[in-house]
């Protein structure tokens, strides 16, 4: 089936799937400092409009799950935060060695419990920035941590086997759903995408920008270019 199709194949019965979003990127546009990122009340209201029709509306989200509801702004929504850390006890026990790593790092870090970001869309000198972060995420590397970059970031992780993709599948097993879609921006999100092979039915959506990884459009079924295009996408359902 074509995207269009699988909307359509989603949207028809809503009690047996799952609506499944990042919120950076996806939801929120993304601005300058993470911590002025919004959902427009626009798209929020087509959020709210969505979990009151299908068995289950959920964000994933890169930040930890307190935040990310700050930024969506409405309940009734589930929120895994850290792209799924906070789901693997493992995680917790590598908090304390990644967190003195990123004390040594002469760069502003953005502090989760689990993980921590490093931002350089605000670099007056993104070659030089990029460069310069490319040196911590070897260094944080050689230490055992998990380094990856994303749109104008360096995120750093513990070493464990969770992810957005089992982010993914954590919710659709504890809901008990094989019918699904997922909308993501980002590298991270390329595990979602693959999390949604097997199923019923996957809907992979792909905000794709100019920062994004080309894998992202490569993967999706529907691919759009904004979160503004996104919300369109979203009133289909």
């Known amino acids: 089936m074509d995207g269009d199709a699988l909307l359509a194949e989603l949207a ?91 004390d040594g790092v002469d760069w502003p870090v953005e502090r989760k419990p689990l993980s921590v970001s490093l931002h350089y869309r605000a670099a007056g000198d993104e070659v030089a920035a ?34 957005k993709g089992t982010a993914v599948r954590h919710l659709l097993e504890e809901h008990g759903l094989r019918r699904a879609l997922y909308a993501g921006d980002d590298t991270t999100d390329l595990d979602a995408f693959a999390a949604l092979d097997g199923l019923e039915l996957g809907v992979r959506v792909a905000v794709v920008t100019p920062e994004g990884p080309p894998e992202l459009r490569e993967s999706a079924d529907v691919a759009v270019e904004s979160p503004a295009q996104l919300l369109d996408v979203l009133r289909e359902l």
């Open 130 to 163: 990029r460069t310069f972060l490319e040196e911590v995420a070897a260094r944080a590397q050689a230490e055992g941590l998990v380094a990856s970059f994303g749109r104008k970031v360096l995120e750093l992780r513990p070493p464990v086997a969770a992810n």
């Open 12 to 102: 028809r019965e809503p009690a047996r799937a799952a609506v499944l979003l990042d919120v950076d990127g996806v939801l929120a546009p993304i601005v300058e400092r993470p911590e002025d990122a919004a959902v427009p009340e626009v798209t929020r209201d087509e959020v709210r409009r969505l979990a009151g029709r299908y068995a289950l509306v959920a964000c994933i989200s890169g930040r930890p799950a307190e935040d990310a509801a700050r930024v969506l702004g409405l309940d009734g929504v589930a929120i895994v935060g850290e792209h799924g850390l906070g789901l693997d006890p493992a995680a917790a026990e590598w908090a304390e060695r990644l967190h003195a790593f990123a």
